[in-house]
């Protein structure tokens, strides 16, 4: 290559060394693309229908991770802050929606199916309302009046209102796994050749999948949207475009709860069992989703929590030349630093913002 | 219409629009306004002038609510407007072009010029101010689609100005529009702000070419360090001695 060069005119010369050469990061990691591919096309021949199983189980975990990074994206997006009580929050509206279910509700594995719907809907709504409500108070007393402070001030703050939530959660739940009956049933919904999708899943994805779209619809299309994107660009821009800035932070703040709330109750429903730290880990992967899709962007966290929820079941649910479940932890947070590291922009990083 | 008419001639004239009365404003414990006065009327221009620091930029924020005076008062159009907030400055009727622009770098300047319209509802004649922008900076509809952050500076400030414009303003505020610009561009930002009074906005022009805004302004003070260190008829600040040799390069 080099001995080439040096027989070409010099503007080629020039052009071919200025021209960026693949560095060795770059190609270690097309190289660690490939054994992927390669070992997720070994997985496929070998057993195709449980490939397909395996993907849709990381699929449904992806979509309750996706909810839960859309939170951290878009307080991020607005403050440059990582709301690191966000996650337990999520578990706090979690345990309170298993409140609702057991005591106002009393489901049990024998309620009808006309009561867990409404039961479900009711609750949905107050777990929503709820992460919602003490998010946007979290914002007012804690973050606001650090607004002007050095950054460092308010992340550590979001570290000690994290566990401040928490040990809410520990004191009213103390630490007993809170445990519901499984409500929407594991039956199958269809079974073709092996492949089979259950009740449970279906209903993860039939929930998460319009909620991402509404909250597509709001960014992008309407006032408040507007206003957001506006502000996170440019909080004083936005001030003088006669935003008002602080709602517009509440709003934000509160929408992120809404989807840690509702996130709370897919989770409780779909594992049927929480406890008052189960937020702590899976705030940790959810803000691993947010940065690996790129933090601040809404298309990039729910693609981060999809990839890192196929990515666990893969690793526990495939069979060729597979690491196992004992690894998964060790993985997930290796994708976090090797991210960190070597793209801190994540996969979508380079678009912007609030999808903007 | 000659500026006399305008001001004192047709009845609107000599209507006072803002009153800033003896401010003092800070940054933390930085205390950056000491004691300014000045007064905008209908249809005039205004200029602000002064050494960097001085703290023209600084009267401004004042001003439009991103930094409350801690003495003093604010008046726009009689109405108290020492502690309102921004957004409300703006819905009352004053917008402004900041210094360094501040456009959304990520928007479009359609969209741009459209966040300036933010507070408004009367669609139809939103269009008709978004045609006005145009008419004054036809590129500005030959870039409609471009990114913000992605223009010359010069274009920058026209959607700068632009979108100020949106807002239909009752009072214009703009902080160095010409800064940056090559000398073309300023004489084109100059002519326009002349237009833009013309068409009935009165003008607060705070300016480090002093030359230039003098030639524009109605009325003219001069700050130091955040005080107001004199105040006349723009065309008597161009013959004063020490303003001619501080601020307009004449010994
Ligand atoms: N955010 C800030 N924090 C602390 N001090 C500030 C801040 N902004 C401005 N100042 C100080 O306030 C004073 C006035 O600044 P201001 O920006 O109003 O000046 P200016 O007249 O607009 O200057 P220029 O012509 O350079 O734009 C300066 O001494 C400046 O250092
Ligand atoms: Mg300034």
Redesign the pocket.
């Known amino acids: 290559m080099a001995s080439q060069a040096r027989t070409e005119p010099p503007s080629q010369i020039a052009a071919l060394l200025s021209r960026p050469r693949p560095s060795l990061v770059a190609i270690i990691g097309i190289l660690v693309v490939l054994a992927l591919i390669a070992w997720l096309v070994a997985n496929f021949v070998k057993d195709p229908a449980e490939f397909v199983n395996v993907f849709l189980i990381g699929l449904t975990r992806g979509a309750v991770y996706a909810l839960v990074a859309l939170g951290y994206t878009l307080v991020y997006g607005i403050l440059q802050l990582i709301n690191f009580a966000h996650g337990d929050q999520f578990a706090l509206a979690g345990l309170l929606a298993s409140s609702v279910l057991l005591s106002v509700f009393n489901v049990t594995d024998e309620s009808g199916a006309g009561i867990v719907i409404v039961a479900i809907g009711v609750t949905l709504l107050i777990a929503m309302v709820f992460a919602a409500t003490t998010n946007t108070v979290i914002e007012r007393v804690a973050y606001r009046p650090l607004r002007q402070s050095p950054r460092l001030a308010a992340l550590i703050t979001a570290i000690g209102m994290s566990f401040i939530v928490q040990n809410v959660a520990l004191g009213f739940y103390d630490t007993q796994f809170q445990s519901i009956p499984r409500l929407v049933p594991n039956s199958d919904v269809f079974s073709v050749g092996g492949v089979a999708l259950q009740w449970n899943k279906f209903f993860v994805l039939l929930l998460t999948i319009p909620v991402l779209l509404a909250l597509t619809w709001l960014v992008t299309s309407t006032r408040h949207g507007k206003a957001m994107r506006a502000t996170s660009m440019d909080p004083d821009a936005a001030a003088m475009m006669g935003i008002n800035v602080n709602r517009t932070i509440s709003f934000t703040f509160a929408l992120a709860g809404a989807l840690a709330g509702a996130a709370g109750l897919l989770y409780l429903l779909y594992f049927t069992t929480m406890r008052f730290d189960t937020g702590f880990e899976l705030g940790l992967i959810a803000f691993t989703a947010a940065v690996l899709g790129g933090i601040g962007n809404l298309t990039g966290a729910v693609l981060g929590g999809i990839l890192i929820g196929l990515v666990q079941e893969f690793n526990e649910g495939l069979t060729v030349l597979t690491p196992g479940g004992d690894w998964t932890r060790s993985i997930v947070f290796g994708i976090l630093i090797a991210i960190l590291v070597f793209r801190p922009s994540g996969l979508l990083g380079e678009q912007t913002p609030e999808g903007g | 219409m000659s500026k006399e008419e305008r001001e004192r001639g047709d009845g609107k004239g000599n209507g006072l629009i803002l009153e800033v009365e003896d401010i003092h404003t800070y ?2 414990s ?1 205390h ?1 306004i000491k004691g300014v006065t000045l007064e905008v009327h209908e249809g005039e221009i205004v200029t602000l002038i ?10 401004l924020r004042s001003i439009n609510g991103l930094n409350h005076p801690r003495e003093g008062r604010i008046r726009f159009q009689g109405k108290d407007i020492t502690n309102e907030a921004p957004h409300n400055v703006v819905k009352m009727g004053i917008s402004q072009s900041p ?1 360094g622009r501040k456009l959304f770098p990520r928007m479009s300047v359609l969209e741009n010029l459209q966040m300036g319209a933010f507070q408004r509802n009367d669609r139809s004649a939103i269009a008709e101010d978004l045609e006005r922008v145009y008419g004054l900076f036809p590129r500005l509809s030959e870039r409609k689609s471009q990114k913000a952050g992605t223009l010359s500076g010069g274009e920058q400030q026209m959607v700068a100005m632009g979108r100020a414009l949106m807002a239909s303003p009752k009072l214009l505020m703009l902080d ?1 529009p010409s800064m940056g610009l090559a000398p073309i561009f300023v004489e084109k930002i100059f002519e326009i702000v002349q237009e833009i009074n013309d068409q009935g906005t009165p003008v607060l022009l ?1 300016e ?1 070419n002093a030359l230039m805004a003098l030639d524009v302004a109605d009325r003219g003070y001069v ?1 130091e360090t955040g005080v107001i260190a004199v105040t006349d008829e723009a065309k008597n600040l161009r013959q004063n001695e020490k303003v001619q040799k501080a601020y307009l390069g004449i010994e």
Do not use: L, R
């Not at chain 2, 050494?51 to 930029?57: L, P």
């Open positions: 940054y933390g930085i950056a002064g050494a960097n620091g001085a703290g023209k930029s600084t009267t210094e160095e705070v480090q700050m």
